[in-house]
């Protein structure tokens, strides 16, 4: 896959080089029908050309050369086809002389588009018997081709959506995930519209979630699941906020929006809800937006009125509602969590199971579930019947949540105080003793001497210290 520009070592003349792909060309035409046209005749007179402009002189010398290999290529790529019903061991090496002769141009450019047509099926490859490996050949050859162009040169784009058409057929996203961390700097450098940036965005979204049916590790198929995701908000950023109102932006918003909400593992929906395309459902599809509304910073008793006043919306657009009934519950859980200051942040059996509609015998359940799903930690304590909140995400954070963070603060404050205050007595305590420690010892020293009190350089000299 993509990766430090290589460089194909094929030794030979121009000429030589396309006489030797024009006859292997023939010879594959050849072999399906005797009376096929000859390519190397065909290309005969253009390559003369290329040696009599090759033996001018003159200051337009090398412009006149590239315009005469330019002509005799754009004969060859049409013919590119044939080279995909050559022997399997022989594509690569033939597709390489094709490759390193169409960089001998004035540019490249112009020969990619029927190139990557070429490529983009690899069921053309009619010589080799298995799928897999065809996949394999035309994603080898089409990475090559990527590899030889400049890193920041935009005519890497159609070349990397063939990629990915290749992907999306076999099914390989796990070997192309790794080089997608440099997706967005490429897109960067190759200067790709915000239509281009998203109709790459989107197809890879489609890739990853194809691939989580797939993919038999549930972990695997989880993180395939949020890239999708992932991918799908990068496309809704493309969107201009004057296009934010259009259908395209609607439909996008829509599939992320319903991504978001039957997602297992997905319970921030900060992220979407500041997207302008997200923002404009509040007006076209004011239903959903309130859906949107109630799973950011609502309740499961939210959940259920929503169900009440529109019994159909959830069956009509397909949404599991045993998938969202525990997840809006499992916020429900964290939201109390987060506000929850009663006995040193201790969250009752009772209040929960009144906030979840479900039996005392069943809270330990849901609160070990909302553990396991990162919004919560602490302990459960059979004995009181209630949960010690060790700490709590906040689904949203508005003055409430502020005005909650500076409540703990100055809880916080007013501890160290104490504490400072204590430790100050201490240090006062310990300063009071030494002093009439020191006292103490002034007063026997007295007693010693009769009334008069050595000076310490007397007591030095006499006790021999020093001497």
């Not at 029927?114 to 298995?130: F, G, K, R, W, Y």
């Not at 997608?180 to 890739?207: C, F, G, N, V």
């Not at 194809?210 to 890239?227: I, K, M, P």
């Not at 937006?289 to 609502?298: A, P, R």
């Amino acid at each position: 896959m993509p990766g430090p520009t290589n460089t194909l070592l094929i030794e030979g003349s121009f000429r030589e080089l396309v006489d030797e792909l024009a006859d292997y060309v023939d010879g594959l035409r050849k072999a399906q029908n005797a009376d096929s046209p000859s390519l190397k005749e065909e290309v005969a007179p253009l390559l003369d050309r290329v040696v009599q402009t090759e033996e001018n002189e003159g200051e337009d010398r090398e412009e006149e050369i590239e315009t005469a290999k330019d002509a005799v290529l754009k004969v060859i790529v049409k013919t590119s086809g044939t080279l995909n019903t050559a022997p399997e061991r022989e594509i690569i090496p033939s597709y390489n002389l094709l490759i390193h002769l169409l960089t001998q141009g004035s540019e490249i450019d112009p020969y990619l588009k029927p190139l990557c047509q070429t490529l983009s099926n690899p069921d053309s490859l009619t010589a080799v018997p298995s799928a897999a490996i065809r996949v394999s050949l035309t994603m080898t050859v089409l990475t090559t081709v990527f590899n030889i162009i400049d890193y920041d040169d935009g005519v890497r784009y159609p070349v990397f959506n063939t990629i990915l058409d290749n992907v999306a057929r076999s099914g390989t996203y796990d070997n192309l995930r790794g080089y997608l961390k440099h997706l967005d700097k490429w897109m960067e450098e190759w200067e790709a519209t915000p239509e281009q940036q998203r109709r790459t965005y989107l197809k890879l979204s489609q890739i990853a979630a194809q691939s989580t049916g797939s993919v038999q590790q549930q972990d695997a198929s989880s993180r395939a699941s949020q890239e999708s995701y992932g991918f799908l908000l990068k496309a809704l950023r493309t969107i201009l906020p004057d296009d934010a109102a259009g259908d395209e932006a609607r439909k996008l918003a829509l599939d992320a929006l319903r991504s978001a909400l039957v997602s297992s593992s997905r319970f921030d929906f900060e992220d979407l809800t500041a997207l302008d395309p997200i923002q404009a459902l509040r007006t076209r599809e004011p239903v959903w937006y309130q859906l949107l509304e109630l799973f950011v910073s609502d309740s499961y008793d939210d959940f259920i009125s929503f169900n009440d006043e529109h019994p159909q919306f959830l069956e009509q657009h397909k949404l599991n509602k045993d998938v969202l009934s525990r997840k809006i519950r499992l916020l429900t859980v964290a939201s109390l969590a987060a506000s929850s200051n009663n006995r040193g942040r201790a969250l009752p059996y009772a209040q929960i199971a009144e906030a979840l509609q479900v039996p005392q015998e069943e809270v330990e359940m849901w609160v070990i579930d909302v553990i396991r799903a990162g919004l919560v930690e602490g302990k459960l304590s059979q004995q009181r019947k209630e949960f010690l909140v060790h700490r709590a995400t906040y689904r949203v954070f508005t003055d409430s949540q502020w005005r909650d963070v500076a409540n703990r603060l100055d809880v916080w404050r007013e501890g160290l105080r104490g504490v400072l205050q204590v430790v100050r007595q201490q240090k006062e305590e310990m300063v009071r003793q030494k002093e009439e420690e020191l006292k103490d010892v002034e007063a026997k020293l007295d007693g010693v001497g009769g009334g008069r009190r050595p000076r310490r350089q007397e007591l030095s000299t006499e006790d021999g210290i020093g001497a």
